[in-house]
């Protein structure tokens, strides 16, 4: 494709796509290009080149086969231009492949009032996908649409729009509205694959939902998935009531449901294997 890796790089990192950067750091003998050549590979794209060949098609695929494998992080291959790499150049290539899995979580979130808004502007340095919506038209005019990973939506139908939401996506219910808020919630509910619920308002908010929800043919199991009121820290509520606080503790909610484990091998290469890979003299496989 004709845009640069470097172009390509900074929006696949801002969209929280899945891709892997190609980077030639060493090379021995004739090769196609030098090192610091790189190229940007995903699930269905290439911009930028390595040089062709072969050997470029079994770096694609390497990367192609480390997002599948969602395998994060750092990863040498080491590349024989000859003999059965097909390629005549006999030289030998190391290349490092950094691989980005996008963004970690899908947080969707229903309503852009003052709560929303501070939740959309704390989330923005976070690895997460936000989806936002809201029924107002002209809600997201002065909204900041460079902020990464994150797409503003005009919420038209209810039912249309949790539908078409990822599956285990976290999602959060602050609209303007309360009979919004219900509808959203009854149709939510509905969808067994949601990772977690969470709506905006007092006990007596929710408890006037509980018992409309039960009269629609909801069940206990249904109503304990939706967290209400959302950001209780320590099964208390803040007595500070400010957009921004109560933001805080809602992020900090989020940042709970959504952990991801770190693998507890996270230290890489030992140093005299590192010092090997990047050394010309070493033997690469083919």
Not at 49 to 70: D, K, P, S
Request: charged share 20%; hydrophobic share 40%.
């Amino acid at each position: 494709m004709s845009e640069s890796w470097h172009a390509a790089l900074h929006r696949l990192q801002r969209s929280g796509t899945p891709h892997v950067l190609a980077t030639q750091v060493t090379s021995a003998g004739s090769t196609p290009r030098e090192p610091g050549a790189r190229m940007v590979v995903t699930n269905d794209a290439i911009f930028d080149t390595l040089g062709g060949g072969t050997f470029e098609w079994q770096t694609i695929e390497a990367a192609r086969n480390f997002l599948r494998q969602a395998s994060a992080g750092f990863h040498l291959e080491a590349f024989s231009l000859g003999g059965r790499s097909g390629q005549c150049c006999g030289g030998f290539v190391n290349v490092l492949l950094e691989v980005f899995l996008g963004a970690a979580s899908h947080i969707t979130l229903f309503g852009a009032g003052h709560v929303g808004r501070e939740i959309a502007k704390l989330s923005a340095p976070l690895p997460w996908h936000i989806d936002w919506y809201d029924s107002r038209a002209d809600i997201f005019i002065d909204q900041d649409h460079q902020q990464p990973r994150l797409q503003c939506h005009l919420l038209s139908n209810h039912q249309e729009s949790v539908a078409a939401l990822p599956p285990q996506s976290h999602v959060l219910v602050l609209t303007h509205n309360h009979d919004e808020d219900y509808a959203l919630i009854a149709a939510l509910i509905r969808r067994p694959d949601i990772a977690s619920i969470g709506l905006i308002g007092s006990d007596s908010k929710w408890t006037s939902f509980q018992n409309r929800l039960k009269r629609d043919g909801y069940t206990l199991e249904d109503l304990q998935r939706v967290r209400c009121p959302i950001g209780t820290v320590h099964d208390t509520k803040l007595s500070n009531k400010t957009p921004y606080a109560i933001a805080m503790t809602v992020v900090t909610e989020l940042l709970w449901l959504t952990d991801q484990p770190t693998p507890a091998n996270t230290r890489g290469l030992e140093p005299t294997a590192l010092r090997a890979l990047f050394n010309d003299t070493a033997t690469p496989q083919s």
